[in-house]
C-alpha cells in the first residue's frame, strides 16, 4: 500500500499515530505531536493528512457521539474496551467471530463498509480511584 504522496507532513503524522502505541489519539493531540517534528504545520493540514490517511487505509477513525474522531493505525479487525469515564480505548487482542459474513448473508441488499463495536464499562485505574 503506497501512499500517492509521501510528503514530510505526511510522514509525519503517520508516524505520530504508529507511534501512539497504546493510545488513540484524537487531531489536537496529533497535532500538538507533530508540531514537536514539523513546527511550521497547522492544524487544518493535520486534518486533512488523517483524512488522506484514513481513505488510503492506514488509519482506522474511531467515533463516539459527542466526542473528537480517534484514530489507531491497526488496521486488522479488533475489538475495543472503552473506559466510560476517562474514555480511554484499549484494543481487545482476541481472535474475532466472523459475524460480518453472517450479517452480509441475512441482508444481501445492504453495503456494509465500516463495523465498530466496543464494550464499555470502567478501566482497572477508574475503577480503583473511584474506590471508597
Known amino acids: 500500500m503506497g501512499m500517492k504522496r509521501l510528503t514530510k507532513q505526511r510522514r509525519a503524522v503517520l508516524e505520530v499515530v504508529q507511534n501512539a502505541k497504546?493510545?488513540?489519539?484524537?487531531?489536537?493531540?496529533?497535532?500538538?505531536?507533530?508540531?514537536?517534528?514539523?513546527?511550521?504545520?497547522?492544524?487544518?493540514?493535520?486534518?486533512?493528512?488523517?483524512?488522506?490517511?484514513?481513505?488510503?487505509?492506514?488509519?482506522?477513525?474511531?467515533?463516539?457521539p459527542g466526542e473528537a474522531v480517534r484514530y489507531e493505525a491497526n488496521p486488522d479487525g479488533h475489538l475495543h474496551l472503552v473506559c466510560r469515564k476517562c474514555n480511554r480505548f484499549f484494543d481487545i487482542v482476541h481472535p474475532l467471530p466472523d459475524l460480518l459474513s453472517e450479517v452480509r448473508a441475512k441482508y444481501p441488499g445492504f453495503e456494509?463498509?465500516?463495523?465498530?463495536?466496543?464494550?464499555?464499562?470502567?478501566c482497572p485505574t477508574c475503577r480503583e480511584n473511584s474506590q471508597p
Open 112 to 122: 456494509i463498509d465500516h463495523v465498530q463495536v466496543e464494550y464499555e464499562g470502567l
Open 22 to 64: 497504546g493510545h488513540h489519539p484524537d487531531a489536537a493531540w496529533v497535532y500538538a505531536e507533530v508540531r514537536k517534528k514539523v513546527p511550521s504545520i497547522s492544524l487544518g493540514t493535520v486534518y486533512r493528512t488523517l483524512e488522506a490517511l484514513t481513505k488510503e487505509g492506514y488509519l482506522v477513525p474511531l467515533s463516539r
